[in-house]
């Protein structure tokens, strides 16, 4: 895949490293052999580029949450990055490890459907490597941040927190990114509640995810939708109007929850549908009849997710 890369395309490795224990250059024996020295997570990882471009990254944080939700969180100021400097970039290939706490599981799924489009991403792969792979280019990045920070104290300069250990490590050729804990937790916002576990996710080796039919104008569709706005929601081939009472913009996957008709959660059987209809005044019947033909011509878009799985 790093060989074949084109300009419209990038890789990215990623891997949790071990947590960083921080240090002072002089410590008392108890600080030095207890445990109530700050832990930094570091999460690693290498950009693949065409032409045989390479770059190495890695994002910190106090927060030591290392889930789907946690590693998003990581990820975001990446997918940012790839964005701002390669603007050609529309695919996103992404490679790491099985864990299921942390990459395999439905939560990251969701994530990978989704928050890679809200930067205008294209299609998306998410590749997980065998057991027992051994060591892979994001570990030799934390081998070696860890490594640094080391020979810092050894030399009389203490990292006592996470701030002291990106201040003393930005400064080089690793790409630095620190993540605070409040945006970790608001990336809990962007995961909606009751989510189905995929079944046999212990067997998917390789996700893909693609939209289709993209807008050259990614935000025209939400911007059209307002709460009390009259909707048509499309559920099971047929239309069912309702007034929207909620809109979540997470991406362009948009849930309308409907009301008056469209019942609660934004879907209602043929005998709702006509009963909303005979209770719908003439001007919300004229404006039932305008949404219909705006329907026809700008159905929302669509975007697909396939898994790849091996017995």
């Known amino acids: 895949m790093k ?37 930094v997570t570091l999460h690693t990882g290498v950009l693949y580029l065409s ?7 890695a994002s910190l944080s106090v927060c030591l949450e290392h889930d789907a939700v946690a590693t998003w969180a990581h990820l975001d100021p990446v997918l940012r990055y790839i964005r701002g400097k390669y603007p050609e970039a529309h695919n996103i290939h992404f490679i790491s490890d099985g864990p299921t706490s942390q990459y395999r599981n439905k939560t990251s799924f969701y994530l990978a459907s989704t ?10 792969t998410w590749n997980y490597t065998e057991a027992s792979h051994g060591k892979g280019s994001p570990d030799g990045v934390g081998g070696a941040l860890k490594n640094l920070a080391d020979r810092i104290v050894s030399y009389g300069t203490s990292i006592p927190d996470a701030d002291s250990l990106y201040e003393q490590l ?90 008056d008709g469209a019942g609660e959660g934004g879907v209602c059987d043929k005998t709702k549908k006509l009963n909303a209809m005979k209770h719908t ?25 396939c898994l790849t799985t091996r017995n």
């Open 3 to 39: 060989d074949t890369l084109t300009d419209d395309a990038v890789a990215v490795h990623v891997d949790y490293s071990e947590n960083y224990s921080c240090k002072y250059a002089k410590e008392i024996k108890d600080t030095h052999f207890g445990t109530g020295n700050d832990q």
């Open 51 to 57: 032409r045989g471009r390479v770059e190495a990254f």
């Open 115 to 124: 928050v890679p489009f809200m930067h205008g991403f294209q299609w998306v």
């Open 170 to 259: 930005k400064n080089n050729s690793v790409t630095l990114y620190k993540v605070s804990e409040e945006k970790i937790k608001a990336s809990c916002k962007l995961v909606p509640p009751n989510l189905k576990t995929v079944t046999g996710t212990m067997k998917i080796h390789q996700c893909h995810m693609f939209s289709e039919g993209r807008d050259e104008d990614p935000d025209r569709t939400e911007a059209t939708i307002e709460v009390g706005q009259w909707v048509l929601v499309e559920y099971d081939g047929d239309l069912f109007p309702g007034t929207v009472t909620q809109v979540n913009l997470i991406s362009r996957f948009q849930l309308i929850f409907g009301s």
């Open 281 to 305: 005044t003439d001007t919300q019947r004229r404006s039932l009849e305008e949404l219909k033909l705006q329907y026809e011509s700008m159905k929302p878009q669509s975007r697909s997710l």
